[in-house]
């Protein structure tokens, strides 16, 4: 079975402060991991796609990587306006054969403190 | 453009009622997926449509849920006889193409059965 977990649960920062949010995951056949960010009250907004081991994508202040058995997304000097739930996914095939179903982690709430 | 939409955004309702939520697509996505995330868990799949078709409806947990899109356009979900395990937070994604993960959430819908 496909599993995603995400550490840690809960991280507080002050501005300024770098830090690293970790997922690890469990799939057969990786097609693809996904970062999203949710703020309180509204849907995941996409942030990331990454394919294969060695990839990395910026956006800003944050940063992911992939290895083959975990991803992080560094984020770099963050600010309070990037004070949300950072969630990950990844990618697997559906049991139909056509449907890429997503394994979503927990999730990690991410607080950053003026 | 418009993003994926949802009503209602709050439902209350008692076991054994029905309640039907409704999703909007972002115009022009063939793709459209139903999610729930039951408090202090993790997102989960509940099915996908290509246009009007169900592609993929393995994670629907029961029959007493019925998910419909008629015309490819809008889509429903019909939760009937409402049981208190149903309560949660269900979510609506659209994508353009059923290959990438890019996908669009609706800010939800927060279901409680009492």
């Known amino acids: 079975e496909d599993q995603v977990t995400q550490s840690p649960e809960a991280l507080r920062l002050q501005e300024g402060e770098s830090s690293s949010l970790n997922c690890s995951y469990t799939v057969s056949g990786l097609r693809g991991l996904f970062w999203y960010r949710q703020d309180p009250g509204k849907g995941p907004e996409f942030l990331f796609t990454?394919?294969?081991a060695g990839e990395e994508k910026e956006k800003e202040r944050l940063k992911a990587t992939l290895t083959k058995k975990e991803s992080f997304l560094h984020i770099t000097a963050p600010k309070p306006e990037d004070s949300a739930t950072y969630l990950c996914?990844?990618?697997?095939?559906?049991?139909?054969?056509?449907?890429?179903?997503?394994?979503f982690g927990r999730g990690t709430s991410l607080i950053v403190h003026p | 453009e418009a993003g994926v939409t949802q009503f209602p955004s709050h439902s209350v309702i008692e076991k054994g009622q029905t309640v039907t939520l409704r999703c909007d697509p972002i115009?022009?996505?063939?793709?459209l997926y139903w999610y729930r995330r039951v408090m202090g868990k993790e997102i989960k799949f509940l099915l996908h449509f290509v246009k009007e078709s169900k592609q993929d409806e393995s994670g629907m947990p029961n029959n007493r849920f019925l998910a419909e899109r008629t015309g490819g356009t809008y889509s429903t979900l019909k939760v009937q006889p409402a049981e208190l395990e149903d309560s949660g937070v269900y979510f609506c994604a659209s994508s353009a193409y059923r290959t990438t993960y890019e996908q669009y959430f609706g800010p939800g819908t927060r279901l409680t059965v009492t």
């Open positions: 996914a990844v990618q697997a095939r559906g049991t139909s054969g056509g449907s890429y179903i997503p394994t």
């Open positions: 990454l394919y294969s």
């Open positions: 115009s022009g996505h063939d793709n």
